[in-house]
């Protein structure tokens, strides 16, 4: 009887140890599986990491390709192998350019000339006693250009004046401070230069819609005709600017001769010849005036100049992707001219970066 009992416990030992060595074998595959998952998961985070900087350096590489670019242009005309100084859309910066591979990631870089848009930053400026003006024609090129390329039931202009402006005195149609301080999230009305053209979502009935326009009406965005950085006396590149801004500035110019070119005459003859090369060949159009300054006495232009053929500031875009990793760094560039170094010739005005 002693002896069975002997038996039945060593049976019980032994199953009690098979059961611990079986929970031990689990508990240390899931210990080892986990090991496993979180070593996976740190590679994966680390080679992430490794690829956005090699792709955030890369899109940074990317302009300073384009400056140089920038750079190399003006280089051209200053050796004379251009005969004419300008900026159009016939140069190499304006170019469609084949990618680059750059540490490993495919960039792609834009330039587009910011002095073909109407200036938001040109409709007021200080006369000689101080006092601010608005800008007769570029206001009525921007009223234009709205009812050309939007249909809303109220201009969007005095908002835009009334936020631009140093005073608390709302236009017709606009809204000052009191009107910024007494919403959901108050704001407060800028009163001065915008900082970028976002700045128009700021204000009162400028929805997404408007400003991004409409796929469904083939709208142009707000984006590709007006702009924060373009020429400080609102003048616009004939060059590069689009029809519809040429349109709008040269309809709202009561002083022109009888016959000008038309909007559409002008960006055929860009089409047609690369570019504007000369102001004389933008008074041979009949839309500026470049009267006779060696005359005795001098004769002044018969109406104001809107038109160039030149630019200083430029939008950029860098676009790197590596892997899964996309970043686009962009910036807007003034560059100076009268400066040949290329770390003196360019001021960045505006860096953002997207990843």
């Known amino acids: 009887m002693m002896l069975r009992k002997h038996h039945t416990d060593l049976r019980d030992d032994e199953g009690l140890a098979l059961l611990l060595t079986l929970v031990f074998i ?8 986990n090991f496993s998952y979180d070593v996976q998961v740190d590679a994966t985070l680390i080679g992430n990491g490794s690829s956005d900087r090699d792709a955030y350096l890369a899109a940074r590489s990317g302009i300073a390709t384009a400056l140089s670019v920038l750079h190399a242009d003006v280089l051209n005309n200053a050796d004379g192998q251009s005969q004419e100084i300008y900026d159009g859309p016939d140069e190499p910066w304006s170019l469609p350019g084949e990618p680059l591979l750059i540490r490993d990631a495919v960039v792609n870089m834009t330039i587009r000339d910011e002095y073909g848009k109407l200036n938001l930053n040109a409709l007021i400026y200080v006369d000689q006693d101080g006092i601010e003006v608005e800008h007769p ?11 050309n390329t939007r249909q809303l039931d109220k201009s969007p202009v005095d908002v835009i004046l009334d936020w631009l402006d140093n005073d608390d005195n709302p236009r017709p149609n606009g809204a000052e401070s009191d009107y910024y301080e007494a919403l959901d999230f108050p704001l407060t009305c ?3 230069p915008m900082d970028s053209i976002e700045e128009l979502l700021l204000l009162p009935g400028m929805t997404p819609e408007i400003y991004f326009g409409s796929e469904e009406l083939e709208d142009l965005p707000l984006y590709d005709v007006l702009t924060v950085h373009g020429n400080p006396e609102g003048k616009i590149n004939a060059n590069t600017a689009l029809v519809e801004v040429i349109d709008a500035v040269l309809s709202s110019q009561p002083d022109l001769p009888q016959a000008p070119a038309d ?3 002008v960006t055929g003859y860009v089409e047609q010849n690369g570019a504007f090369i000369s102001e004389q060949q933008l008074s041979d159009l009949g839309i500026i005036s470049l009267g006779d300054p060696n005359a005795q006495p001098p004769v002044p232009p ?5 038109f160039d053929i ?7 875009w860098s676009d790197a992707q590596l892997d899964d990793t996309d970043v686009r760094i962009e910036i807007y560039a003034r560059r100076d001219t009268q400066q040949t170094g290329e770390s003196q010739m360019f001021r ?5 970066e997207y990843r």
């Open 348 to 352: 960045i005005v505006d860096w953002r």
């Open 137 to 147: 024609v570029l206001v009525a090129a921007l009223e234009t250009l709205f009812a």
């Open 190 to 192: 800028k009163n001065g």
């Open 26 to 33: 689990v508990l240390l595959t899931a210990l080892v599986l």
């Open 310 to 316: 030149k630019s200083d500031v430029f939008r950029i």
């Open 302 to 306: 018969t109406f104001p100049i809107m």
């Open 263 to 265: 909007a559409a005459e």
